[in-house]
């Protein structure tokens, strides 16, 4: 019964260079959802997708900041030309249908150099 | 926008009961509450949620007043692995966004 699952733990990027971030959920979870959360400051929502649908991405920043769930494989959150203020814990969680509770993976702590 | 306050810190004796009250003053009508803690660095754990009556699971016990505008979260008896950050949460079931948004919680620290 595997819960949310993210990778890496740890990501170290220099000044410039892509991040990518991955999040499976729990099996039959169809929902995804990305949360940042800066040093010292609550979870902030980033986006929400559906298999291969990008539902709400009102919390992403327009530039630099991608994600997406295709149809196979985990989401994938991808940051282009990171700077120091990316550094922060990236979660990732999913629910089974809309309105159901969000389970949390353990989180991608992103810090760029 | 969070929408609910919470005291930003409490202490708990081990194995007393933690009583975590949240404030939502402007909850609507189709608005659950949720409860989620998160232990240092890791991610944020559901605990509970109801919408107008108290709901009891293997963690937790949710209070909620009759007119709705507040809850308390009560941890029969406090572990010291119950220490975290607890954050209140309200939001409609069926959300477009289906998003949580989180405030600044209240964190919980038991003492031995």
């Known amino acids: 019964n595997a819960g949310v699952m993210q990778n890496p733990r740890h990501l170290v990027r220099r000044r410039g260079q892509e991040a990518r971030l991955r999040c499976s959920p729990v099996?039959?979870?169809?929902?995804v959802y990305w949360y940042r959360q800066l040093p010292e400051e609550g979870l902030k929502f980033m986006v929400y997708?559906?298999?291969?649908?990008?539902?709400?991405e009102s919390g992403m920043p327009k530039e630099r900041f991608s994600a997406e769930f295709p149809k196979e494989g985990p989401s994938i959150l991808r940051i282009q030309q990171v700077v120091r203020g990316d550094s922060a814990a990236y979660f990732c969680?999913?629910?089974?249908?809309?309105?159901?509770?969000?389970?949390f993976g353990p989180g991608t702590r992103l810090t760029v150099l | 926008d969070a929408k609910t306050t919470q005291p930003p810190s409490m202490d708990c004796a081990e194995g007393r009961a933690a009583n975590l009250p949240c404030n939502h003053s402007?909850?609507?009508?189709?608005?659950?509450v949720y409860w989620y803690r998160q232990i240092h660095s890791q991610g944020p754990q559901y605990i509970i949620h109801?919408?107008?009556n108290n709901e009891t699971n293997e963690m937790a016990s949710l209070i909620i007043t009759e007119d709705r505008k507040s809850s308390t979260l009560i941890l029969p008896h406090a572990t010291l692995r119950d220490t975290a950050v607890y954050y209140c949460?309200?939001?409609?079931?069926?959300?477009?966004?289906?998003?949580?948004?989180f405030g600044t919680g209240t964190s919980l620290t038991v003492i031995p």
């Open positions: 402007t909850i609507s009508g189709n608005e659950y």
């Open positions: 109801g919408l107008k």
């Open positions: 099996k039959g979870h169809s929902h």
């Open positions: 949460i309200v939001r409609p079931y069926l959300n477009t966004g289906n998003q949580f948004y």
């Open positions: 969680a999913s629910s089974l249908g809309q309105g159901d509770e969000q389970f």
């Open positions: 997708l559906q298999k291969e649908n990008i539902i709400d």
